[in-house]
């Protein structure tokens, strides 16, 4: 049976007010703090599929992959099957890059932000986002930082020290039994969910690759 694993205290707010960070849209930026869990199928004809919930148990997002696609892609769609992100590992990449784009583009002009491993030896996975105005990449725009294990994460704006999402895993007996994958995501007061959820599938994406 599974060791059970109980996540850290949860880091600090950011202090005082932010404003909003929103790089996928602005009507996905709560004033509030939002709970998410996100699901990965342990079975799945397409490869990677995910479902995000609410604390209520509301289906907030689904996360597809495309079947004997050339390349690593995944849509993340809405809770009406509607795109609303195209997520891209390119193909030759030796710093895992993945590219996002609005809806179901793969078009330049469509970039929304790129992700890639910030080196290519890592004990824990260190990933640099960069949005698409960020084109000389001198500095991330947001940085996610894989404990030991990856059991855990954070995310911080650029390299400081200003944590606007964490995640967990969830080990239940149920999830152990049927074989499927648990993430808990915290994410603070108007930051952009959908960019979260995005930048959480990457970084298991990221890890199955590297397990592989």
């Keep these: 049976m599974a060791t059970p694993f109980y996540p850290p205290p949860a880091p600090a707010p950011p202090s005082g ?3 909003k960070i929103a790089v996928v849209g602005e009507q996905f930026c ?3 703090t939002v709970d998410l869990t996100v699901t990965e199928k ?18 907030l997002f689904k996360v597809k992959g495309k079947f004997l696609s050339l390349r ?10 509607n795109p609303l992100l195209s997520m891209q590992q390119k193909m030759i990449s030796m710093h895992r890059r993945w590219q996002v784009y609005k809806g179901d583009s793969s078009n330049s002009a469509d970039l929304l932000f ?12 260190e990933l640099d986002v960069f949005v698409a105005s960020n084109t000389a990449e001198s500095q991330c725009d947001f940085k ?5 294990h990856e059991r855990s994460c954070l995310i911080y704006l650029g390299d400081s020290t200003n944590v606007i999402a964490r995640m967990h895993r969830e080990y239940t007996v149920k999830n152990i039994v049927l074989g499927k994958d648990a993430f808990g995501i915290t994410i603070y007061p108007n930051v952009d969910y959908a960019f979260v959820v995005a ?14």
């Design 17 to 19: 007010p932010v404003s």
């Design 30 to 32: 709560a004033p509030y």
């Design 42 to 59: 342990a079975i799945s004809l397409t490869d990677g599929d995910y479902v995000v919930t609410d604390v209520n148990g509301n289906i």
């Design 72 to 81: 690593d892609r995944r849509i993340l769609l809405d809770a009406a099957g």
């Design 114 to 125: 790129s992700v890639k491993k910030s080196s290519l030896l890592q004990f824990k996975t």
């Design 144 to 148: 996610v930082k894989g404990s030991f």
């Design 199 to 212: 930048l959480i599938v990457i970084l298991d994406e990221i890890n199955e690759d590297r397990h592989d």
